[in-house]
């Protein structure tokens, strides 16, 4: 790949503004005899939670048209087992390591930071604040400007590694939510999670994931990921990363022109561990063919109506 591609974020030099996105790389180190993890622009490991976690009952995955769904409960080794096992093989891996943190609690995401804090080899964090508040009643911190805003605040106070706040597409207005991350001392947002979906079994009555509801991702989704990413880009002055059913360098270039400064590639990774290397060599390609010189141009050039 060439030099057409490097790029910052949030003050971090990458190589490429394509991501393995949290949820769908495991905690990365696990992707190494599958694919260069040298040639990713970064990757966001599996979420982290204060304590370790099973998650959800099965099944937990189920394939819709045009993409999946998925309802994993956010199962994951807990902080300490990621810091102790995991990280130690990930700071050899040649890319930028970001630890995506969730919690129940605000205390919950300030001790994940604090023990994460104190380990060496993290470029950043990603905060997935899809999580119910269950000091609130289990009010959504996504959902409500007043919640993120405190949480984004008390973080922001606790550590100097660049804030990612990754925002969920479940909410009636992006732009209140994107400035609330922005006021509150984010350094950067990535947007969409995925959509709250039903999917149904018509012969047994009864819903196709364990927990009833799941989250949509894939192809299906882009066309509305791709809207909420410009909204988000045009309420906020901080870089925002694209994610929501990209699976080739078109689909990266079209995120980049919508606003994103960098993307994030999740449900390809399940039919093709290499993807987001995939995808960066077909971004390159397209930016050559287009004589572009620097993927930073693409960055906000969508032109809408006589603008």
């Keep these: 790949m060439s030099s057409r591609l490097a790029t910052t974020l949030c003050g971090i030099s990458l190589k490429n503004p394509v991501l393995a996105a949290s949820g769908t790389f495991a905690y990365g180190i696990e992707f190494q005899k599958l694919t ?37 409960g956010l199962q994951n080794i807990g902080v300490r087992a990621f810091v102790a096992e995991k990280l130690p093989l990930l700071r050899t891996s040649g890319t930028a390591i970001i630890a995506n943190v969730f919690g129940y609690s605000v205390e919950d995401y300030l001790e994940v930071v604090r023990v994460l804090d104190d380990a060496k080899g993290l470029a ?22 007043v919640l993120l805003s405190e949480l984004v605040g008390a ?4 550590t100097k590694r660049p804030l990612i706040v990754k925002l969920s597409p479940n909410v009636a207005r992006i732009e209140p939510i994107a ?51 410009y909204e988000a880009s045009q309420a906020v002055k901080i870089p925002v990363i694209g994610l929501g059913g ?6 990266a270039a079209e995120f980049l022109i919508a606003g994103a400064s960098a993307v994030e590639v999740g449900t390809a990774n399940f039919w093709d561990p290499g993807a987001p290397a995939r995808i960066a060599r077909e971004l390159d390609k397209f930016l050559e063919e287009e004589k572009i010189a620097s993927v930073t141009a693409l960055t906000g050039t969508l032109k809408i109506g006589n603008t």
């Design 36 to 72: 260069d993890l040298t040639a990713l622009g970064g990757i966001v490991v599996k979420g982290l939670s204060r304590e370790p976690m099973d998650g959800n009952a099965p099944p937990r995955m189920y394939e819709t048209e045009g993409g999946m769904m998925n309802s994993i």
């Design 179 to 229: 400035r609330a991350a922005a006021e509150a001392g984010a350094d950067a947002i990535s947007l969409v999670n995925t959509f709250i979906a039903l999917a149904i079994d018509a012969r047994t009555r009864r819903p196709r994931l364990g927990a009833g509801f799941g989250g949509l991702s894939g192809p299906a989704i882009k066309p509305v990921a791709l809207r909420m990413v």
């Design 124 to 145: 950043a964090y990603e905060l997935n604040v899809s999580c119910p508040n269950t000091k609130h009643g289990g009010i959504f911190f996504s959902s409500d400007p």
């Design 155 to 158: 973080i922001r106070e606790k």
């Design 246 to 251: 990209i699976a080739c360098g078109m689909d």
